[in-house]
């Protein structure tokens, strides 16, 4: 039988990068907040935006993913798309999280939080190479995989008129991912049993408009990017959302958006469970939502 553990390694410079990132997030936000001026003076944006809001959605979810988990011992490993090999379902319905802070009228804080978990059984249509492994032909195959994705956004607004407003910011995707792949042949002749999982900042750029299209009707669209190569990490994402809210009273409102999301990386330097074997991992992902929500502004 064959068991290992593999875990995503992060180098001592991407910790100290990790640091850098919160500490730069934690300046920027005391220096806007020294900067805000008295809350009843900021109120004069309503309703184009809020002072605070919260958004709970239920957001019906579509996924791709291919993941490839290289090593030294074999060599390149078997490009698997988990949807179409694997039988990984490519859609789920969860809850989503998300809050605004309009710390100044030209001062934006934004997050939104998902956890998604799926997980699928099928069988080995052909040899799959994962990491150290080999998995034969007509194997069985039971698949679990988890992404948890938070999106930090600040954006800053030059332009903010009456029924409109533009502006652009720095936004930062802290993705977790984890996929535990087990396998057995008939008969438990052979089996095996492998878990993947990383963690890291992803930033990008952001660009963001919104507009009043009616006294009640609010839009919101943007769009960020980055291509980036942080130490054993290098690649790139896009980001791009759309919304449309009908504010109901002063304190809430409800409304349907699209949120689109994509990852390409390349992961060097990875190590098993003993620090033993050094491995390449690669993740292509799509994560794309329509979402129905209600916002309570307050």
Known sequence: MTTGMISWHITEREKMMSKQYVIFGLAVT?????????????????????????????SWVKMSTEIRLDSELLGRGTTLNFEDDLDL?????????????????????????????????AQALTEIRWGDEVIPVDANVALGFDVTQTFID??????????????????????????????????????????????????????????????????KGGVGWLGVKVGDIDGSQWVGRADIEYLAGRHWGFGAALNIATVDVDWRGLENAEGQTLYTGAINMDINDISIFVRFRF
Do not use: C
């Open 30 to 58: 005391l220096v806007l907040l020294a900067a805000a001026v008295p809350a009843e003076a900021q109120r004069d944006y309503e309703p184009l935006f809020d002072k605070f809001n919260l958004r709970l959605e239920g």
């Open 89 to 121: 379902g490519n859609n789920e319905v969860i809850p989503t999280v998300a809050f605004e802070w309009q710390i100044a009228r030209r001062h934006k804080l934004g997050i939104r939080w998902q956890d998604i978990s799926r997980s699928s059984n």
């Open 154 to 219: 600040y954006a800053y607004y030059p332009w903010v008129k009456e029924r409109w407003a533009a502006g652009f910011g720095l936004g930062l995707r802290w993705m977790t991912i984890s996929a535990t792949l087990a396998w057995e042949t008939q008969g438990a002749v052979g089996e095996g049993s492998t878990e993947a999982k990383g963690t890291g900042p992803l930033p990008y750029l952001y660009f963001e408009y919104r507009r009043l299209l009616a006294d009640n009707w609010r839009f």
